[in-house]
């Protein structure tokens, strides 16, 4: 009999410290009760890095950033926004300064700064209410995809989807 299949890699195409800081914040929600799962697509063809809900059902997008680059040029982040309750920022330690700027958002858009370990809350995010109607469709989008990452482990050959 063959072993179960893995979970789905996340940030396999990131360099290290991207799956470091996604350790960090999910152990921070998971202290929170918030639980999280990576790169989930949504329905506008963006991908998030990492969607979290609460006990209340509040989504929250979470954006990580490990470069300066990589922050810098991000212009889509906006495109999230439509599809969460909350939208956090997770950097390591190195970026957190940058994140104060205007147009990051500094009053809607939380910070959170992470390494492997831990995380901390350097800004809340903003509790910006979704239409009932986007936020029941997300958790069917959310709890669906979470199933069918779930039910490749009872049989591989059912792939993981995206």
């Given at each position: 009999?063959?072993?179960?299949?893995?979970?789905?890699?996340?940030?396999?195409?990131e360099p290290p410290v991207a799956a470091e800081v996604a350790r960090g914040v999910t152990r921070l929600f998971c202290r929170r009760d918030w639980f999280a799962m990576?790169?989930?697509?949504?329905?506008?063809?963006?991908?998030?890095?990492?969607?979290?809900?609460?006990?209340?059902?509040?989504l929250t997008i979470v954006e990580i950033k490990v470069s300066r680059a990589d922050l810098v040029g991000d212009c889509k982040w906006r495109d999230y926004?439509?599809?969460?309750d909350r939208f956090y920022w997770a950097v390591p330690q190195s970026l957190r300064g940058l994140l104060d700027e205007a147009n990051f958002l500094p009053d809607e858009a939380g910070l959170l700064v992470a390494d492997r370990y831990d995380a901390a809350v350097h800004r809340e995010a903003l509790l910006r209410p979704l239409n009932p109607a986007r936020r029941k469709a997300e958790w069917l989008n959310l709890a669906r995809r979470a199933a069918r990452r779930l039910s490749a482990q009872i049989d591989p050959t059912l792939g993981f989807g995206s």
């Open positions: 009999m063959s072993s179960a299949a893995p979970i789905p890699d996340c940030f396999v195409d990576c790169e989930v697509p949504l329905p506008n063809g963006r991908r998030a890095d990492l969607v979290a809900i609460d006990p209340k059902g509040h926004l439509d599809y969460c």
